[in-house]
């Protein structure tokens, strides 16, 4: 069975402060980890999908990165647009649908 | 592009009745699938299909019935609402393949009274 943890469960940074969400994950087989970010009463939204270890994606402030055993979305000098929860999800060679798990909950203060 | 729609958007249902989740899709997506999200708890998987007249059963499928008659349809039934089943109700769907991103629905917020 898929499994998913994710830390911290909430994190609250100063504007300008870098930090990281960490997602770590035990599956038979990955065939994508996802980052998903959620605004508050919306559907999550896609980020990026990481394939293989040693692989990262970046998107504006965002940079994924993934190893065998976890990823971690780093969040270089946040604005308060970057607040929201971010979750992460995998996909293995046992299932069709991504396991999630609970997420992060990210508060930039200005 | 309409992409992932859900309705209704809030619903409040007294205990024991039923009702229906709509969600469509029309990016022509092989995979759909239903998730509700409680506080704490994340993401938890209902059923799922990989295509038309294809359904199975997610994590918590208890007290919910899918069907999928068509690739763009997947309606989610609630047979006899309990208290338990109040929750945020997300539908998704994606292309198939490795790695492909699912896009939701905006979500549909149930109270069950």
């Known amino acids: 069975e898929d499994q998913v943890t994710q830390s911290p469960e909430a994190l609250r940074l100063q504007e300008g402060e870098s930090s990281s969400l960490n997602c770590s994950y035990t599956?038979?087989?990955?065939?994508?980890l996802f980052w998903y970010r959620q605004d508050p009463g919306k559907g999550p939204e896609f980020l990026f999908t990481?394939?293989?270890a040693g692989e990262e994606k970046e998107k504006e402030r965002l940079k994924a990165t993934l190893t065998k055993k976890e990823s971690f979305l780093h969040i270089t000098a946040p604005k308060p647009e970057d607040s929201a929860t971010y979750l992460c999800?995998?996909?293995?060679?046992?299932?069709?649908?991504?396991?999630f798990g609970r997420g992060t909950s990210l508060i930039v203060h200005p | 592009n309409a992409g992932v729609t859900q309705t209704p958007k809030f619903q409040v249902l007294k205990t024991g009745q039923s009702m229906t989740l709509q969600c469509a899709q029309d990016?022509?997506?092989?995979?759909m699938s239903w998730y509700r999200q409680d506080p704490g708890m994340g993401l938890r998987l209902i059923h799922y299909?990989?295509?038309?007249?294809?359904?199975d059963q997610g994590e918590v499928p208890n007290g919910y019935n899918v069907s999928r008659s068509t690739t763009e349809d997947f309606p989610l039934r609630l047979l006899s609402a309990a208290p338990s089943q109040t929750s945020v109700y997300f539908c998704?769907?994606?292309?198939?393949?490795?790695?492909?991103?699912?896009?939701f629905g905006q979500g549909t917020r149930l109270t069950v009274v």
């Open positions: 599956v038979s087989g990955l065939r994508g």
């Open positions: 990481l394939y293989s």
């Open positions: 998704a769907s994606r292309k198939q393949g490795e790695g492909t991103e699912a896009f």
């Open positions: 299909s990989v295509g038309a007249g294809i359904t």
């Open positions: 999800a995998v996909e293995s060679g046992g299932s069709y649908i991504p396991t």
């Open positions: 990016m022509n997506h092989e995979y």
